[in-house]
């Protein structure tokens, strides 16, 4: 029988050994199945935690997030991605959907606004929706972002049998792109 893959490499085992942990040192680690305790002493062991970071994950309502990164974060980050409520029912993911119009609006030109700051001058901003808020989002965008940075918008098909089986059954989103 022939071998496939690295045969210097220890192989895995449930627990892992000690060996192939240290041969295998960019493996992701999951802490949903840590205890809090453990998890602070985890990050705590880590020397030099920021600066070894390639990345950032930040589990919190977006708003409040977005403020959390304004000074540290000015000008540094290279692309921003929102997937915002669509105001529709057309998603089983819970956001509080069905907003008026107005308040939609002013929800998104609220995180808008605090993301600019972040962006660096080569940055993307990219926002996801559908048909439903498209057109005030991309008003929303032209506004704070100017028109004159609008990238494209791209169309994404995420459901060929429709959502909307009595009338038009539309079957995209949309990715609206700044620069």
């Not at 840590?34 to 708003?63: M, P, R, T, V, Y």
């Not at 965008?141 to 940075?149: A, I, R, S, V």
Request: hydrophobic share 35%; net charge negative.
């Amino acid at each position: 029988d022939e071998i496939e893959g690295d045969i210097t490499c220890p192989a895995f085992t449930n627990p892992p050994t000690q060996n192939f942990l240290k041969v295998n040192d960019k493996l992701m680690l999951d802490t949903r199945f840590f205890d809090e305790i453990f998890k602070a002493k985890l990050l705590s062991s880590i020397q030099g935690f920021d600066e070894q970071c390639d990345g950032l994950l930040i589990h919190s309502e977006n708003f409040q997030a977005l403020n959390l990164i304004q000074n540290r974060y000015r000008e540094q980050v290279k692309c921003v991605y929102i997937d915002p409520p669509y105001n529709t029912n057309a998603s089983e993911i819970l956001y509080k959907n069905e907003l008026k119009h107005s308040s939609w609006l002013s929800l998104i030109q609220n995180r808008i606004e605090l993301t600019l700051p972040i962006l660096s001058n080569s940055g993307i901003l990219e926002v996801a929706i559908d048909n439903v808020e498209l057109h005030k989002l991309e008003g929303v965008l032209k506004q704070t972002c100017g028109e004159e940075n609008h990238v494209t918008t791209i169309a994404i098909m995420n459901n060929p049998k429709g959502r909307d089986q009595e009338h038009i059954a539309e079957s995209h989103d949309y990715t609206l792109l700044y620069a």
